[in-house]
Antibody
Framework: EVQLLDSGGGLVQPGGSLRLSCAAS????????MSWVRQAPGKGLEWVSG????????YYADSVKGRFTISRDNSKNTVYLQMNSLRAEDTAVYYC???????????????WGQGTMVTVSS | QSVLTQPPSASGTPGQRVTISCSGS????????VYWYQQLPGTAPKLLIY???QRPSGVPDRFSGSKSGTSASLAISGLRSEDEADYYC???????????FGGGTKLTVL
């Protein structure tokens, strides 16, 4: 069964850091790009970051550029999101999502993780 | 404010056909595929339609997608109570060089 398992969320103070993980199973992980998508409480979906299947190319929304870093370890079938300088507006459920292709561009998100909640508050 | 515009709500009775619209521009819907996602209450989003009108395996043919110019629509026929969910359209945006989502439409089955 194709599955994504998100973890690493929690409560963090403004300015703090957190690392999210997403463990994949049931497919050839290195053949597909991956992304993180977030959803603030009661709000819609917002794409955050993407990474190619090889890990050689990374992409970020302007709202997180310079603060968040996406990476992947294809030997562990896991994608990460390192979040630094966190702000209250980063509070959201974070979902990892599998792309249709190895390239990030113009691809649907065909499999989603269950999400992990990040709360930024003092 | 989302780049793709959806009505915030829609409703219908069981068995009815409802449509949800999604309006964009040339840089997104006009030049790229449209995707639709269904988010049932308390769950993660699920891909419902890809490449404008294609259904992933397991999605009932009651769900259909279409695109014309810079707008797209999701149609649900034979409405069921289990279709009550939030629906999001999405597309790649050439200007932003990234994927964008609509604000979402909450579908209520009366």
């Amino acid at each position: 069964e194709v599955q994504l398992l998100d973890s690493g969320g929690g409560l963090v103070q403004p300015g703090g850091s957190l690392r999210l993980s997403c463990a994949a199973s049931g497919f050839t992980f290195s053949s597909y790009a991956m992304s993180w998508v977030r959803q603030a409480p009661g709000k819609g979906l917002e794409w955050v970051s993407g990474i190619s299947g090889s890990g050689g190319s990374t992409y970020y929304a302007d709202s997180v550029k310079g603060r968040f870093t996406i990476s992947r370890d294809n030997s562990k079938n896991t994608v990460y999101l390192q979040m630094n300088s966190l702000r209250a507006e980063d509070t959201a459920v974070y979902y990892c999502a599998k792309a249709e292709y190895s390239s990030f561009f113009r691809s649907a998100f065909d499999i989603w993780g269950q999400g992990t909640m990040v709360t930024v508050s003092s | 404010q989302s780049v793709l515009t959806q009505p915030p709500s829609a409703s219908g009775t069981p068995g009815q056909r409802v449509t949800i619209s999604c309006s964009g521009s040339r840089s997104n819907i006009g030049n790229n595929y449209v995707y639709w996602y269904q988010q049932l209450p308390g769950t993660a989003p699920k891909l419902l339609i890809y490449r404008n009108n294609q259904r992933p395996s397991g999605v009932p043919d009651r769900f259909s997608g279409s695109k014309s110019g810079t707008s797209a629509s999701l149609a649900i026929s034979g409405l069921r109570s289990e279709d009550e969910a939030d629906y999001y359209c999405a597309a790649w945006d050439d200007s932003l060089s990234g994927p964008i989502f609509g604000g979402g439409t909450k579908l209520t089955v009366l």
